[in-house]
């Protein structure tokens, strides 16, 4: 860590830790029966101005590397185990949402000496992004990364921090005092540091921090989720390569997890180079306000998908990584069609759609459901469709493989018990069907649901058919991007339509649409997203289509309820 650690505003680099402070000299002594935050060696002296941390200081600091295609693994950031399952660190660091493009080195001290027997290698299973990050602002700047299996405590070099207490989680608890960062960022000569640096953090009023770092103003602490720090000795602060380390605090011999790294300011050099301005604060992700998040993650470790199904949400032609190039064909087996019926008569009509989450449950949007029509009548689900104009449907790129619909009756109807309150809020229905759906079937599959909120900003689809006045014959697929909850709004009170509370809808517009475009899915096509679980990509529900932007206009939001504040209510409804 050198003189200055974490993300420099500015600078392309993961951010990183120099740091500069207290050298402890340890002998062994006998742990109390702690399971977090105790070091295995006992402190016995103190040297302060940039002195390199002792091996088993921070036995709970790891580093995080990146494979590169061409060359050796590349060091990314820091990271604080929390748990057997769980590494904490700056979601800034993850570029790449694949698991398998990174490992983490524990109990690691030299950063490239791969002699060190005391330091264990492990694989990510799984990357968890805070669901509200913001890659523009480090807004939420924290992630969770799940290790392929459960890491050890055997050695006295790795051991858990603990997490900041939730009864004292105001940022006057920690105001003015002094905690610890820890990295391998830029040391004074502006590189990497090979060995894990410690210093002194004080931290200070967020109105101070942003009076002395205005044109950094969007990297700032505008909420509870962002502090800042500063280094208490001259020239000692975090830098690029300290990212995703933390801050820590003792008391009572024991250390406690406040702070993530996540930006500092920017030093341009005399040699054209840049690196991170030592003498102004950095910022920090503040731990205590996301320990409700954290601990969903951990209680539910081994429950990645809401109703605990092996099948759901598996996708095909996962070796394809640009969605947009996979065939539509069977690629969304939990599409549905609402079937209609037209009293006395036998005819049925599509007029909504529905995504199958169970064998035995489709979800739907309220609305269509509560009746489109006052005499037609909600009949029965046709499920596995691709081509709504053929009694079988031949895959385009194979045609010896077909496949074949089912139709299933409706037994029951459950609205959501706060459906259209306030107008168009928790908009969703579930239909029970009279029998299982034949999921045996390859084109008859269910989604996946998230357990817990996740992150959704890549590889976002939606997918269904079409529609202008009638239905589009084959199912289709588009790109979709979220936008500002705000800007939405503003667009649908422009046509006299006032959106439920913001966490109730999520709006996207299309990636590419030609302009004009009049073609909109049906009610109920589902926004869906990819997440590796298991090491298997799955599909997970995001929302379905409430309302398409009228007016043929390419530059509208498109409002899809938003799934998450409802999954309770499935729950209890499919069990």
């Known amino acids: 860590m050198g003189k200055v650690i974490s993300e420099c505003w500015g600078i392309p680099t993961q951010a990183v830790m120099a740091l500069l402070v207290l050298l402890l000299i340890q002998q062994p002594f006998e742990v109390a029966a702690s399971t977090c935050g105790v070091r295995r060696l006992s402190p016995m002296g103190l040297v302060t101005k940039g002195i390199i941390a002792e091996p088993g200081d921070w036995p709970w600091h790891v580093a995080l590397f990146a494979h590169m295609k061409s060359e050796k693994p590349a060091y990314k950031c820091g990271g604080s185990i929390i748990s057997q399952h769980f590494v904490l660190s700056a979601a800034h660091c993850i570029k790449e949402p694949n698991p398998d493009h990174y490992f983490l080195k524990a109990g690691i001290h030299h950063l490239n000496n791969d002699n060190d027997t005391s330091v264990v290698v492990y694989n990510l299973f799984e990357i968890i992004l805070h669901p509200k990050y913001d890659r523009h602002t480090f807004y939420n700047d924290i992630a969770l990364m799940r290790p392929d299996r459960a890491i050890s405590f055997a050695s006295f070099s790795i051991f858990p921090i603990c997490l900041w207490p939730t009864h004292n989680a105001t940022l006057i608890d920690v105001l003015s005092r002094s905690g610890i960062a820890v990295g391998f960022g830029f040391d004074e000569t502006h590189r990497i540091s090979e060995t894990l640096q410690q210093a002194s953090m004080k931290v200070i009023e967020k109105q101070q921090?942003?009076?002395?770092?205005?044109?950094?103003?969007?990297?700032?602490?505008?909420?509870?989720?962002?502090?800042?720090?500063?280094?208490?000795?001259?020239?000692a602060n975090v830098c690029s390569g300290d990212s995703g380390g933390g801050l820590y605090f003792a008391k009572d011999q024991v250390w406690y997890?406040?702070?993530?790294?996540?930006?500092?300011?920017?030093?341009?050099?005399?040699?054209?180079?840049a690196t991170c301005n030592a003498a102004l604060p950095a910022t920090y992700t503040d731990v205590a306000q996301y320990t409700t998040w954290i601990n969903a993650h951990q209680q539910l470790v081994d429950q990645r998908n809401l109703l605990k199904l092996e099948d759901c949400g598996v996708a095909r032609n996962s070796e394809v990584q640009?969605?947009?190039?996979?065939?539509?064909f069977n690629q969304y087996p939990w599409n549905a069609l609402l079937e209609f019926r037209q009293l006395d008569k036998v005819q049925t009509h599509l007029v909504c759609s529905g995504i199958l989450i169970h064998p035995r449950y489709v979800l739907a949007v309220g609305h269509c459901v509560e009746g489109v029509f006052s005499n037609y009548k909600l009949q029965s689900v046709r499920l596995g469709e691709y081509n709504i104009r053929s009694v079988e449907d031949a895959d385009p790129n194979a045609?010896?493989?077909?496949?074949?619909?089912?139709s299933v009756d409706i037994e029951q109807v459950f609205f959501h018990p706060n459906y259209n309150k306030p107008q168009y809020a928790n908009n969703l229905a579930l239909l029970k069907l009279k029998h299982n759906a034949d999921t045996s079937k390859p084109n008859i599959k269910p989604i996946c649901l998230p357990a817990v909120d996740d992150y959704k900003e890549t590889f976002l689809t939606v997918s269904g058919w079409k529609r202008n006045k009638l239905i589009f014959p084959k199912m289709e697929r588009d790109a979709m991007n979220l936008t500002s909850s705000i800007t939405c709004r503003s667009e649908y009170d422009k046509?006299?339509?006032?959106?439920?509370?913001?966490?109730?809808?999520?709006?996207?517009?299309?990636?590419?649409?030609?302009?004009?475009?009049?073609?909109?899915?049906?009610?109920?096509?589902?926004?869906q997203y990819i997440k590796r679980v298991d090491k298997v990509p799955r599909y997970f529900l995001a929302g379905l289509m409430v309302f398409s932007f009228p007016h043929c206009r390419a530059e509208g939001s498109e409002m899809f309820v938003n799934l998450e504040r409802a999954c309770d209510w499935i729950k209890d409804t499919v069990k």
């Not at 640009?322 to 539509?328: F, L, N, R, S």
């Not at 045609?399 to 089912?406: F, L």
């Not at 913001?502 to 073609?519: I, M, N, S």
């Open 257 to 273: 997890l406040r702070g993530i790294v996540s930006a500092a300011a920017r030093r341009d050099l005399d040699t054209g180079e």
């Open 399 to 406: 045609p010896a493989t077909t496949i074949t619909s089912q």
């Open 209 to 235: 921090c942003i009076e002395q770092l205005p044109e950094h103003v969007r990297f700032l602490p505008q909420d509870a989720g962002k502090m800042c720090a500063i280094g208490t000795e001259s020239g």
């Open 495 to 527: 046509l006299g339509v006032v959106l439920p509370p913001t966490e109730d809808v999520l709006c996207a517009v299309y990636k590419t649409r030609p302009k004009g475009h009049c073609h909109n899915y049906a009610t109920g096509s589902p926004l």
């Open 322 to 328: 640009d969605e947009m190039k996979k065939p539509v």
